[in-house]
């Protein structure tokens, strides 16, 4: 069955840490391992809470600063180092811009509640023709049920629609409701899978 829409994660795909540098800097200015402010900063109940839209995003960071001992006025400072490394994929937003109108592009992202203001700041909103963020819907990836708002929004069937997700698990929860899944590892592999698909 032919393709009608591509689904695509943000982060780890869309962004990508490119520069650990500015991370590992701030982790080591408080003592820490690279991963372990990884954690704080994404793997606990606010950051889940955050992802679920049951808490704003600003709520998520004073949560972490006060986790971290560290005073509120230090906000701004720790979240502008934790994704000091951050770099937008251009090739990839370009590639998302040329396969429309023929194809339909989506964001499924399991993400806190400034996301959608932040792609508009960095200009590339216009690469989707519709953006489910889970924040805004109350589910989380793998949950069936983001998945299956996407196809409903888009009006397409589970086999008319590819999703990428660097989170394997993420990936499977797609294929379970009959999508095609593409675990995204490096741009290129999953790019050359994202265009042969397109091309049966």
Do not use: C
Not at 131 to 136: D, G, P, Q
Not at 165 to 188: S, T
Request: glycine fraction near 8%.
């Amino acid at each position: 069955m032919t393709l009608r829409a591509v689904f695509f994660d943000l982060g780890g795909v869309l962004v990508r840490t490119e520069d650990r540098e500015p991370r590992r800097r701030l982790a080591q200015s408080l003592g820490m391992s690279y991963e372990e402010i990884e954690k704080i900063v994404f793997e606990n109940e606010s950051s889940l809470q955050a992802s679920l839209g049951r808490i704003p995003e600003t709520q998520h960071w004073q949560n972490i600063t006060r986790s971290l001992n560290l005073p509120e006025a230090e906000v701004e400072r720790i979240r502008t180092e934790f994704f000091g490394g951050d770099r937008v994929d251009l090739e990839l937003i370009k590639l998302m811009r040329s396969v429309r109108p023929g194809i339909r592009v989506g964001l499924i992202s399991n993400a806190w509640s400034d996301l959608r203001a932040w792609i508009s700041k960095q200009g590339f909103a216009d690469a989707f023709d519709q953006m489910i963020i889970s924040a805004e819907v109350g589910w989380v990836k793998p949950d069936p049920r983001i998945y299956q708002k996407a196809l409903e929004d888009f009006q397409v069937l589970p086999q008319e629609a590819v999703f990428l997700d660097d989170m394997l698990k993420n990936v499977e929860g797609a294929r379970r409701i009959g999508m095609h899944g593409i675990h995204f590892q490096k741009p290129e592999q999953a790019m050359g899978e994202l265009k042969k698909l397109l091309s049966t």
